[in-house]
């Protein structure tokens, strides 16, 4: 069982939202909605890639802030692709260093999986020059770090 789970809370685009991601992650769906008499989606509960969320639509006075963020660690540069256009398409914001805002505002890390390494080294100068070569990137290039 999962202890934590993450909840997100949206103006009006709870399902939308949801909808969007589970159809961009592997092993992801929707699990439940809640619905007002209205017929709108008060909750929606849904797994990413075995992940449990929970969004709500909570009104105008909801907003995203960029100091929490969704970090997703890609396996390869094919899957850093497919997730940036996914996430940034119809409305979203590339930003810097690999971090994005998808067209509901919340921010997303789309890293490869061994970030780390690849900014590491034992040459202090190679090191340097993989941080600047990350600095000047918005969505990651892996091949670029390598050659850095």
Same mark, same amino acid.
């Given at each position: 069982?999962?202890?934590?789970?993450?909840? %997100?809370?949206?103006?009006?685009?709870? #399902?939308?939202?949801?909808? %969007?991601?589970?159809? &961009?992650? /592997?092993?992801?769906? &929707?699990?439940?909605?809640?619905?007002?008499? !209205? *017929?709108? $989606?008060? !909750?929606?509960?849904?797994? @990413?890639?075995?992940?449990?969320?929970?969004?709500?639509?909570?009104?105008?006075?909801?907003?995203?802030?960029?100091? &929490?963020?969704? $970090?997703? =660690?890609?396996?390869?540069?094919?899957?850093?692709?497919? @997730?940036?256009?996914?996430?940034?398409?119809? *409305?979203?914001?590339?930003?810097?260093? *690999?971090?994005? +805002?998808?067209?509901?505002?919340? =921010?997303?890390? &789309?890293?490869?999986?061994?970030? *780390?390494? %690849? @900014?590491?080294?034992?040459?202090?100068?190679? $090191?340097?020059? /993989?941080?600047?070569?990350? @600095?000047?990137?918005? +969505?990651?290039?892996?091949?670029? %770090? #390598?050659?850095?």
């Amino acid at each position: 069982m999962q202890k934590i789970t993450t909840f %997100l809370t949206f103006n009006d685009q709870a #399902e939308e939202a949801a909808t %969007l991601y589970t159809s &961009i992650f /592997k092993d992801s769906k &929707i699990t439940r909605v809640a619905r007002l008499p !209205t *017929g709108h $989606a008060m !909750t929606v509960e849904f797994e @990413l890639a075995g992940q449990k969320y929970i969004a709500m639509n909570g009104g105008p006075h909801f907003s995203f802030a960029t100091g &929490i963020s969704l $970090a997703v =660690s890609c396996a390869d540069q094919a899957e850093i692709d497919y @997730l940036w256009e996914q996430l940034t398409t119809n *409305g979203g914001e590339p930003g810097q260093c *690999g971090w994005l +805002k998808d067209p509901f505002g919340v =921010s997303w890390q &789309i890293i490869p999986v061994n970030m *780390g390494n %690849l @900014l590491r080294s034992d040459d202090p100068a190679s $090191a340097q020059r /993989k941080m600047a070569a990350m @600095l000047q990137m918005h +969505k990651i290039e892996i091949a670029v %770090l #390598e050659q850095a």
